[in-house]
């Protein structure tokens, strides 16, 4: 059964983005950005909610087609625009590059995409998505690129909660820039 895979960036306070959905913050150089598009390749499908589909979907489409691209990330453009993708939003009316909107988190709907035939895990992003999922323990792996930067204030990845949620390290990464990749599997 394939896993679903919260994957995130966030400051070292906790924060995924500043006041006005800032991420200037994020140090990402190609070494990042290359493990990102490694990992991101390997996926059966990304699933994420309304803001971080339009966040993305604002650039990634046609960002092969900038002149100044850089290699790695006319890569990406090209995984993230063939990758399937299903978007959790109550709101959104039409996606293109292959998306598909769902209106609801549904745990056995869930259950039913882990077990569909396909390789490659499903990666989860956005916060408030990953808090649903998370409530209802469809999340089986945690992995956040730690940033070297304090935000003072932002968006948290996590809500507060009173759900106590055992993990277990099962790898953790530096990477030249400063970034500390860390994964943990979920104890469910």
């Given amino acids: 059964m394939r896993k679903i895979v919260l994957m995130m960036s966030v400051s070292l306070d906790g ?3 500043g006041p006005d959905r800032d991420i200037s913050w994020h ?3 190609e070494e990042l950005h290359q493990y990102f598009n490694d990992t991101i390749r390997q996926m059966g499908a990304l699933l994420g909610g309304r803001v971080t589909h339009e966040l993305m979907a604002a650039y990634w489409p046609t960002a092969d087609a900038d002149p100044d ?3 790695i990330e006319a890569d990406f453009a090209a995984i993230w625009r063939d990758m ?3 978007v959790y939003s ?3 009316q039409s996606a293109d590059w292959n998306t598909t909107i769902v209106r609801e988190v549904v745990p056995e709907e869930v259950e039913a995409l882990k077990n569909r035939p396909g390789a490659g895990d499903l990666g989860l992003g956005g916060a408030d998505l990953a808090a649903v999922f998370l409530g209802h323990g469809l999340v089986d792996e945690i992995h956040l690129c730690v940033h070297p930067v304090l935000i003072g204030r932002g968006k948290p990845l996590f809500p507060d909660t009173d759900a106590l949620t055992p993990l277990r390290l ?3 990464r530096t990477f ?3 970034v500390v990749l860390l994964r943990y599997a979920v104890r469910g």
Avoid: F
Wanted: charged share 25%; hydrophobic share 35%.
């Fill in 90 to 92: 109550r709101t959104l």
């Fill in 170 to 172: 099962i790898e953790s």
């Fill in 27 to 29: 140090v990402v150089d």
């Fill in 69 to 71: 691209a850089s290699a």
């Fill in 15 to 17: 924060y995924i983005e």
């Fill in 84 to 86: 399937p993708k299903y």
């Fill in 176 to 178: 030249g820039n400063g």
